[in-house]
C-alpha cells in the first residue's frame, strides 16, 4: 500500500515537472503562469505567485509551481477545480461603492461585498487596489490583469483624490500636507484643498495622496487630530467619480478613459 501511494505521489511529481514544456512544444509559445492568470484577470502577477504556492492552480490536471510556463490555447489551466479561460474580452468597470460593503469578492464575515453589486457584469472582475468598509466612492474593478497590475503596483504612485468631511481644529489643516510616518513608512506629502470650513468646526477637504496605503487617509487624519466624518474617492488619476451614479451602480469605462488611466501609469512611471 505504502509502496502504492509513493508510486502516485511521484507520479504527480513527474506531472508536474513536465508542465514546463507540455506536449513537446517550443517554449516560445508558452508563457510564464503568473502572466497568464494576471492577463485573464484572475489575479495580479504577484498574487498569482501565491496563489501557485498555495496548490490552487494545475496545468493539465497536476500541481503548478511558481515559475512554470504553459501554453492558454493548448493547455488545460485551473484555479481551485475552475478552468481559467483564453483571451476573453477585457472588461473594465467604475463603482460608485457604497459605504458598509467591503472591497472583497467573498467574505467570511458574509458582509456585503462589492461581487454582489457587479453580478451582472459580463466578465468576473477584480478589485482594483482597497476602499475600506466604511469609505465610499470610485471603485474600479477589472480583468485586464496588465491594467491591474499597473494601477496597483508601488512603483506607478498613481495619485487618488478623496473628498473627506472632518471634525477638528482648522489650524491643523496644514499638517495633513506634510511627510509623516504611517505603519513605519514615511509618506510623501500629500496635496490638501479646503473647499470649505463651517462654524462648528467641520470642513470639508480634497486630500490627493500618492501610495495608497492602508486606511491612509483616516491614519494621516487622526495623526492630525481630526475625526473622519465622510470619505469619498473621487478620482484615480485623471479619471473622476461620474456624478450621474448612485451608490452601488456601476458602468463601463470606454476605451477613451482607459487610454488616459494606461498614459497615466506610464507618466507616472517615467517620473519615479
Given at each position: 500500500?505504502?509502496?502504492?501511494?509513493?508510486?502516485?505521489?511521484?507520479?504527480?511529481?513527474?506531472?508536474?515537472?513536465?508542465?514546463?514544456?507540455?506536449?513537446?512544444?517550443?517554449?516560445?509559445?508558452?508563457?510564464?503562469?503568473?502572466?497568464?492568470?494576471?492577463?485573464a484577470g484572475v489575479c495580479s502577477r504577484r498574487a498569482a505567485e501565491k496563489l501557485i504556492e498555495s496548490g490552487a492552480v494545475t496545468v493539465?490536471?497536476?500541481?503548478?509551481?511558481?515559475?512554470?510556463?504553459?501554453?492558454?490555447?493548448?493547455?488545460?489551466?485551473?484555479?481551485?477545480?475552475?478552468?481559467?479561460?483564453?483571451?476573453?474580452?477585457?472588461h473594465t468597470i467604475m463603482l460608485y461603492k457604497p459605504a458598509g460593503v467591503v472591497t472583497t469578492m467573498s467574505d467570511e464575515k458574509n458582509r456585503k461585498t462589492v461581487a454582489e453589486l457587479v453580478k451582472q457584469c459580463p466578465a468576473?472582475?477584480?478589485?482594483?487596489?482597497?476602499?475600506?468598509?466604511?469609505?465610499e466612492g470610485l471603485?474600479?474593478?477589472?480583468?485586464?490583469?496588465?491594467?491591474?497590475?499597473?494601477?496597483?503596483?508601488?512603483?506607478?504612485?498613481?495619485?487618488k483624490?478623496?473628498?473627506?468631511?472632518?471634525?477638528?481644529?482648522?489650524?491643523?489643516?496644514?499638517?495633513?500636507?506634510?511627510s509623516m510616518e504611517i505603519d513605519g513608512y514615511q509618506i510623501r506629502p500629500a496635496q490638501v484643498e479646503i473647499c470649505r470650513s463651517n462654524p462648528d468646526n467641520t470642513h470639508v477637504l480634497h486630500i490627493t495622496i500618492h501610495e495608497g496605503r492602508n486606511r491612509q487617509i483616516r491614519k494621516m487624519c487622526a495623526r492630525c487630530g481630526f475625526k473622519v466624518l465622510r470619505l469619498c474617492r473621487v478620482s484615480i488619476g485623471a479619471l473622476k467619480l461620474d456624478k450621474s451614479l448612485r451608490?452601488?451602480?456601476?458602468r463601463e469605462l470606454s476605451q477613451e478613459e482607459i487610454s488616459m488611466l494606461q498614459k497615466g501609469t506610464?507618466?507616472?512611471?517615467?517620473?519615479?
Open positions: 500500500m505504502e509502496e502504492a501511494v509513493c508510486a502516485k505521489s511521484v507520479d504527480r511529481e513527474e506531472k508536474a515537472g513536465l508542465v514546463k514544456n507540455v506536449h513537446g512544444r517550443n517554449d516560445d509559445m508558452q508563457e510564464r503562469l503568473q502572466k497568464i492568470l494576471s492577463g493539465n490536471g497536476a500541481a503548478a509551481r511558481v515559475g512554470d510556463r504553459a501554453d492558454i490555447e493548448t493547455d488545460e489551466i485551473c484555479v481551485n477545480g475552475k478552468p481559467v479561460g483564453g483571451h476573453e474580452e477585457l468576473r472582475v477584480l478589485p482594483v487596489g482597497r476602499l475600506d468598509q466604511y469609505s471603485l474600479l474593478l477589472t480583468n485586464d490583469g496588465a491594467l491591474l497590475d499597473a494601477l496597483t503596483h508601488p512603483r506607478y504612485h498613481v495619485d483624490t478623496y473628498e473627506v468631511i472632518v471634525r477638528g481644529q482648522k489650524e491643523n489643516i496644514p499638517q495633513l500636507g506634510k451608490p452601488g451602480r456601476w506610464t507618466a507616472e512611471s517615467k517620473r519615479n
